[in-house]
């Protein structure tokens, strides 16, 4: 990854992240003990839009892409979690407003 710093959020359900144009630049996911651990990021405002990530760990593992130049969204940030995760942390670069 780059040396420029990426904006982060920990996601603990799922949820919107942003509503509008960013940059997706990867994921972590850790699956608990009690099994196998999915999520999907979507370009979107809902599980609706286009899946553009998908991750799967087996119990006590991790999942990670970094992505270094990116993915461009259109629509915004949407992450869908499975069962079983013990953490998901997306890392996002928003694009100014009016930039697009």
Known sequence: MADKPFGHA???V???LLERAAVYHGAILRATA????TATV???LAATGEPIDAFRAVASEHDFHMLDP?????E???I?????VDFFTVY????????R
């Open 34 to 37: 009690a099994g196998t651990a």
């Open 80 to 84: 869908d979690l499975g069962d079983n």
């Open 14 to 16: 799922d949820r919107q």
């Open 92 to 99: 996002y670069e928003p694009v100014p407003r009016g930039a």
């Open 76 to 78: 915004g940030l949407y």
């Open 70 to 74: 990116g993915i461009a969204l259109r």
């Open 10 to 12: 920990r996601v603990e």
């Open 42 to 44: 979507y370009d979107g």
